[in-house]
């Protein structure tokens, strides 16, 4: 578990790097450094539940380093910011210089408050003292420490998932803290959103599933646990998730896309919140037991990447959904080689043959090329509704490579 603390001082690169290292490697202190005011404070406030600390150089730049002489106007505008945002959160900030050179120690901290001279060794180790035993008072930072090695998996995943669990789980720990549960289904559902993303980036779901950095969650879910998942058109040769990961991802999907407000109007999320109230899904026990499923989930996902880490053989347990008999689509034999003869394009993650089809293609390495059409059939997936018509893999054959190499 560690301390993520920003630290802005104009000098960082030239002077600071061993203050880094060593905060790193013996105090767990993982620092990211800016040189202006303007930068450090913009990426505190993109992320203020992730800060546990702020370091501020005494003299430093405020808006830039380009054009800017450095001196006391940095310091002062990030700790007025600072203040402004205790109502959100407390972030303790620590003031971290060499000699000030404007005025004499004693003046210099009637003028500033306490501070640490860098120079002096023991003024360093004392700022790296006080500033865990700060942040060790913090109730959020208790959390992270309770839940070190969750925090660890879910941060592998992503940072703001991670964050949208603690915040669970300190009301968890924290009964004081103010917490309406049915403002955390939502979160939650995002959070296994960022499982599934992860497992894309080795294909364990294929980009079939993703279009624009949007999740299709229920269709993943089904993937996954080997069933059809009929929108995309494809299945999982094999179980992926095991059963008791199955039971949790379903509770987080369901729950989660029912309480979805996203595109709802004001009447139909009154609606929804009545019928979370009326289903018994107010209380918190289970918006709880939820953010610890998903941290088991996290463990999981995380385990099995590392133990299925090639894309190629990922990719191999995708396989098109056979047409059953009961619910077969007709299918078109098709002749004219002016409307079924062209090249396999890709666009907005999707895989084409001109305007009119969709086709599922598993090696990439085909587009660009010719192909001929044998059979297509209507289409049906929401996702690529722009194509009238889907066309199987098996379903056409390359014919020659275009020329120019295009794509």
Known sequence: MGYNVI??????????????????????????????????????????????????????YNNSEDNEATDLDGMYAARERLIELRQQRYIPCFILTGQPGLMDDRSFEKAVGKFYNKKKREDVNKLISDLKEEVSKSKRFQIKSIYHDAVEQLSDISIEACEDVIDILEAMHHPEISFTPKLHFNPLRQALESVFKAAKKVSIIPDLFFVDDRVNINQCFMYLIGNEAKNVGVKCSERIAPYHIQNMMSLIVNLGNANSHSKLTESEIQTAEDKIIKDGMSSKYLVFSMALQLCEIAFWMNRYIKEHPNKADNLKKCTPIPLESEEKAEIKEVLDDSVVVGLLEEHEGICHMGANFSVLLKHKEWLGKKIRINHYVDNTNTKTKQYPYFVREQDFELIEEPKNGSK
């Open 7 to 60: 630290w802005i001082d104009d000098e960082w690169d030239t002077r600071g790097t061993s203050f880094i290292q060593t905060c790193k490697l013996r105090h767990q202190i993982y620092i990211s450094p800016y040189k202006t005011r303007k930068e450090g404070i913009a990426a505190l406030e993109s992320n203020l539940k992730h800060w546990d600390a702020v370091i501020l150089d005494a003299i430093a």
